[in-house]
Structure formats: structure tokens, C-alpha cells
């Protein structure tokens, strides 16, 4: 078999140009594994699971020799019967990122285009560059998704589109209404993929996480997760719904055994637990308004949230560095968002009362040498 001459002239094996064009995701920081720490870095349920799901996860240990069930049959049923949806048009993922990245395998490649709204998850473009495809971004008005901006950033080679609403690390999300008023305005052919990440977070009266647009339209899909308020973020698993044929496609190309044993029975365990659910969206939102009045009497300006983490603008990029880098020092884990374009804000995960009583404390101190330090400069 003969080589070419650029082939010969590899001295390594090489990716696929469109890897390379990659920016790995970061995910936030974990701190020192032994050192008391308060870790609001993640969006992560810091109250925990659901004691059934623990349980459920600690009783399948026995059973770590066995493969799992490959399509997630109980699990899908649990979910279903929870959500009132089909099992038969669910498909379970290991978190719903895997998800994201099979939906853009399935359904786009080289040339075609997949669009994102301006401060979106960053896994978005990743999964569209490993299809090969180009991430398109859409603008944002006031950290929000405009539909008008989507629309207008559509082309013939838009092959999907990924929305998070609520999304992150905005916290802001779009009303059931103008969810439509995008899917009325796509062609059949473009994927609308609505990301729930946080939906069981929200009870605006104006909110659907698009579950029944799904249910009625080929060209939507629906993702959720097990790790924000259902706390298994450990365990990484996540659910999707969608049309018969779009689930056909992502289960001819995900991995036979994706969701293993123990993470299943814990999921069927905390979707079955809705009580516990309700008990962790309640105190989040008690938790919310309380550090938001803390915040704006310290001066600083969090943004409108619906879910359970607080962007807070300390209106310059110097300011969010050190807030941050203070913060850090006391042991307190928080986010830049540099990387989704807001370098002047930190994202600062909700945790339990005493938790976020320790993060305004440290604040107030931070605002305070802040303050002085401005004035002698």
C-alpha cells in the first residue's frame, strides 16, 4: 500500500482539524481534597440526594460484577411515570452532556452549522466541533436569549440549535410563549434542542420546559439532568425526550452499557421521591431571596435568578478577580465566568443557609477593604 507524500511526512498520529479547534471545558474548582472547604463553584445540589437514592446506590454494590440493563428500562419507566411521559421516547444518558454531544453526532457534520445563544453552555460549541460542524452564536439581550437573534442567525446550513432555559450562568430563561414563537419560525429539518438542566428549580407561572412541544413536534428535544436538584451529579446521569425517530437515531450510536447499575437505581429512587424534591426547590428559593437581599445590601448587584445559583455583577473585571481570589483564600469556591463573556461577574452556587451566611460575611469584609483600598489609591 503506498503512502503520500504528506502522510509520509507525520511524525504523530493526527486528530480530526476540528478537534484541535476545541476549547476544553473547565469545569469549577474543586479546592484541595482534605481542607474544609465550601464549594459553590458547580451549581451542585449542596444539600444532597434524596436518603432513597443514597440507599438505593450503597444496596448495589453486591451486584458490581454484572453489566446493567442496556436500556435503562426501569429507569426510563420511573422517569416516565413521573413526567407523564413514553418510556418508549425517552433515552437515559451519562449526565445529559452525553446527550448534547450524540444529538450533535446524529445530526450534524462537516459544513453544516449549529447555533448557540450568546452566554450559552459551553459544551454546546465543544459538541459541535467534535461533529465537525461550526458554532454559530446568537446575541443575547440583557443576558437573555432573543428569539429575534436566533432567527436571524439561522442559514441553510443550520442543522441544530441548543438553548438552555434556564440557562448558565445566566440565570435568565425564556417564557413558554416565545419557546413556540422559535419553533414556529425553524424549518422541520433543524433540531431545537431545549436544555432543562434546571427546570424542576423553576415555578414562574410562564415557564415549560418544553416537554409537550416535544411531544407533538419531530423536530424538539428535551433534556434534563439527575444532577442539580436531584444532587447525583457524582453518578452523571441525565434524560432526553423526543420524537420515536429522533430517539431511534441516538440509540444506534451511544454506547451499549452508558448508564451504569448503581447510578440508575439511585435515579429511579430520587425521580420517585418527589417530596424530597420539592423540599430542596423550597429551601433553595428561601436561600435565594435571602442571600439577594444580603448581596444589594452590600452594594452588589445579582442578577434576577430562577434557579440555584446567583450571577452577581461587581461591575468591573478587577473587582470579580479579587472578589474571587477573596473569597478563595477563606476556603469559599465560587465561579468565573470569563469564559462565557462576563468577566466582570461571579456565579455563586446556592448552598445551605449557613453556608451562604459564611459567603456574606466574607463579602461584606471583601466590600469593605475594597472600598478603603479605591479610596487611598
Given at each position: 500500500m503506498?503512502?503520500?507524500?504528506?502522510?509520509?511526512?507525520?511524525?504523530?498520529?493526527?486528530?480530526?482539524?476540528s478537534?484541535?479547534k476545541?476549547?476544553?471545558?473547565?469545569?469549577?474548582e474543586?479546592?484541595?481534597?482534605?481542607k474544609k472547604?465550601?464549594?459553590l463553584?458547580?451549581?451542585?445540589?449542596?444539600?444532597?440526594?434524596?436518603?432513597?437514592?443514597?440507599?438505593a446506590?450503597?444496596a448495589?454494590?453486591?451486584?458490581?460484577h454484572?453489566y446493567?440493563d442496556?436500556?435503562?428500562?426501569?429507569?426510563?419507566?420511573?422517569?416516565?411515570?413521573?413526567?407523564?411521559?413514553?418510556?418508549?421516547?425517552?433515552?437515559?444518558?451519562?449526565?445529559?452532556?452525553?446527550?448534547?454531544?450524540?444529538?450533535?453526532?446524529?445530526?450534524?457534520?462537516?459544513?453544516?452549522?449549529?447555533?448557540?445563544?450568546?452566554?450559552?453552555?459551553?459544551?454546546?460549541?465543544?459538541a459541535?466541533r467534535?461533529?465537525?460542524?461550526?458554532p454559530?452564536?446568537?446575541?443575547?439581550?440583557?443576558?437573555?436569549?432573543?428569539?429575534?437573534?436566533?432567527?436571524?442567525?439561522?442559514?441553510?446550513?443550520t442543522?441544530?440549535?441548543?438553548?438552555?432555559?434556564?440557562?448558565?450562568?445566566?440565570?435568565?430563561?425564556?417564557p413558554?410563549?416565545?419557546?413556540?414563537?422559535?419553533?414556529?419560525?425553524?424549518?422541520?429539518?433543524?433540531?431545537?434542542v431545549?436544555?432543562?438542566?434546571y427546570?424542576?428549580?423553576v415555578?414562574?407561572?410562564?415557564?415549560?420546559?418544553?416537554?409537550?412541544?416535544?411531544r407533538?413536534?419531530?423536530?424538539v428535544?428535551?433534556?434534563?439532568?439527575?444532577s442539580?436538584?436531584?444532587?447525583?451529579?457524582?453518578?452523571?446521569?441525565?434524560?432526553?425526550?423526543?420524537?420515536?425517530?429522533?430517539?431511534d437515531?441516538?440509540?444506534?450510536?451511544?454506547?451499549?452499557?452508558?448508564?451504569?447499575?448503581?447510578?440508575?437505581a439511585?435515579?429511579?429512587?430520587?425521580?420517585?421521591?418527589?417530596?424530597?424534591?420539592?423540599?430542596?426547590?423550597?429551601?433553595?428559593?428561601?436561600?435565594?431571596?435571602g442571600?439577594?437581599?444580603?448581596?444589594?445590601?452590600?452594594?452588589?448587584?445579582?442578577?434576577?435568578?430562577?434557579?440555584n445559583?446567583?450571577?452577581?455583577?461587581?461591575?468591573?473585571?478587577?473587582?470579580?478577580?479579587?472578589?474571587?481570589?477573596?473569597?478563595?483564600?477563606?476556603g469559599?469556591?465560587?465561579?468565573?465566568?470569563?469564559?462565557?463573556?462576563?468577566?466582570?461577574?461571579?456565579?455563586?452556587?446556592?448552598?445551605?443557609?449557613?453556608e451562604?451566611?459564611?459567603?456574606?460575611?466574607?463579602?461584606a469584609?471583601?466590600?469593605?477593604?475594597?472600598?478603603?483600598?479605591?479610596?487611598?489609591?
Amino acid at each position: 500500500m503506498s503512502v503520500s507524500p504528506s502522510e509520509s511526512k507525520m511524525t504523530r498520529p493526527q486528530p480530526r482539524p476540528s478537534v484541535l479547534k476545541i476549547s476544553p471545558y473547565i469545569g469549577g474548582e474543586r479546592g484541595v481534597e482534605g481542607k474544609k472547604l465550601i464549594r459553590l463553584a458547580s451549581n451542585e445540589n449542596t444539600r444532597g440526594p434524596s436518603p432513597r437514592a443514597v440507599a438505593a446506590y450503597q444496596a448495589r454494590a453486591g451486584e458490581l460484577h454484572r453489566y446493567p440493563d442496556g436500556a435503562a428500562n426501569a429507569l426510563r419507566a420511573a422517569i416516565g411515570a413521573v413526567y407523564h411521559l413514553e418510556p418508549e421516547r425517552l433515552i437515559c444518558g451519562n449526565g445529559s452532556d452525553e446527550l448534547l454531544h450524540l444529538l450533535a453526532l446524529a445530526y450534524a457534520s462537516e459544513g453544516d452549522e449549529v447555533l448557540y445563544s450568546q452566554h450559552g453552555f459551553l459544551v454546546y460549541p465543544i459538541a459541535a466541533r467534535l461533529a465537525g460542524a461550526t458554532p454559530i452564536i446568537a446575541r443575547e439581550e440583557n443576558l437573555t436569549a432573543s428569539v429575534d437573534y436566533i432567527l436571524a442567525a439561522l442559514s441553510p446550513k443550520t442543522k441544530i440549535i441548543y438553548l438552555a432555559n434556564p440557562n448558565n450562568p445566566t440565570g435568565t430563561y425564556l417564557p413558554k410563549t416565545e419557546i413556540a414563537r422559535l419553533h414556529r419560525g425553524l424549518p422541520p429539518h433543524v433540531v431545537l434542542v431545549l436544555d432543562a438542566a434546571y427546570a424542576e428549580y423553576v415555578d414562574q407561572a410562564d415557564y415549560d420546559s418544553g416537554l409537550d412541544l416535544a411531544r407533538t413536534a419531530e423536530n424538539v428535544v428535551v433534556t434534563h439532568t439527575f444532577s442539580k436538584i436531584y444532587g447525583l451529579a457524582g453518578l452523571r446521569l441525565g434524560f432526553a425526550y423526543a420524537a420515536p425517530a429522533v430517539i431511534d437515531a441516538l440509540n444506534r450510536i451511544r454506547g451499549p452499557f452508558n448508564i451504569n447499575d448503581a447510578a440508575s437505581a439511585a435515579g429511579i429512587e430520587a425521580v420517585q421521591d418527589q417530596a424530597y424534591l420539592a423540599h430542596i426547590r423550597q429551601a433553595v428559593a428561601a436561600t435565594r431571596a435571602g442571600f439577594t437581599a444580603q448581596l444589594r445590601q452590600l452594594g452588589l448587584v445579582p442578577r434576577p435568578a430562577i434557579a440555584n445559583f446567583l450571577l452577581v455583577d461587581f461591575t468591573s473585571d478587577s473587582r470579580a478577580k479579587a472578589a474571587f481570589e477573596h473569597l478563595k483564600h477563606q476556603g469559599i469556591l465560587t465561579r468565573l465566568v470569563t469564559s462565557y463573556g462576563l468577566p466582570s461577574h461571579l456565579r455563586i452556587t446556592l448552598g445551605t443557609d449557613e453556608e451562604m451566611h459564611e459567603v456574606s460575611q466574607c463579602l461584606a469584609d471583601f466590600v469593605s477593604r475594597f472600598v478603603d483600598q479605591s479610596l487611598h489609591e
